[in-house]
């Protein structure tokens, strides 16, 4: 349940960060099928948002080399920009009354362009004392304001205003997969996909549990072979 998130594999392919990169692929993959007739089918370009939750940018950490690897994948299909906690830098939100002036910090106003620009969401972050690092949440708490992700209604219910979009989600820990789900019931993911993501009407939500994340080189290799194909294909 500490901060054990794992380490980048020494010399993999996967590796380096930007505080944002924005890569326009016009790209089309088309494939021919079936043995005897040219028919084609056309992979629809999606627009992928990677949020990297990890809070250090220390190139040890295999939640970044998970985020590059799924990078790498979509680039070839998709739209693809890129978000790194670590590198950017805006207040912890304390005051209510901050949260419903609707005004951003400067540093958030990229992200949350690109929040909106996007209809596909990845986040990925490390398992910190059993739930998500306070980096992390500290940003969900500022790009979700009122006009962005929500809107007060009169009746007291919140308009969902992040609609159309879906999500995928990558958390790592040191545990075994089947513990964090079975004995600890997955309460910190499970409270992200509901009580955040579909909250403001983001779903499907998509996820991948990474556990015993400092075992094996070969796994970790697998997982990464995971994140490229699933980025490939948007998912």
Known sequence: MGRTEGKLIKGGPYSGSSLIKKENYQLTDIYAF????????????????????????????????????????????????????????????????????????????????????????????????????????????????????????????YQKLLTGKSARVFVTMGMPRAAYMLFFRGHSVKSFKRNILKFVGIKPVRLSIVGNVEGSNAARQKWLQRAERLGRRGK
């Open 34 to 157: 079936g043995k005897h007739d040219q028919q084609t089918i056309m992979f629809f370009m999606s627009r992928i948002l990677i949020l990297n939750g990890h809070p250090h940018d220390g190139p040890e950490h295999f939640v970044h080399a998970l985020a590059s690897a799924y990078e790498a994948g979509a680039s070839a299909r998709h739209e693809v920009r890129r978000i790194d906690i670590a590198k950017l830098d805006f207040p912890i939100l304390r005051d209510p009354t901050d949260w419903k002036s609707r005004e951003l910090p400067s540093g958030l106003r990229e992200a949350q362009e690109a929040l909106a620009w996007a209809n596909h969401l990845v986040v990925l972050y490390p398992l910190w004392l059993g739930d998500m690092p306070a980096l992390l949440k500290g940003f969900l708490e500022q790009i979700a304001r009122p006009g962005i992700a929500m809107e007060p209604k009169q009746n007291g219910l």
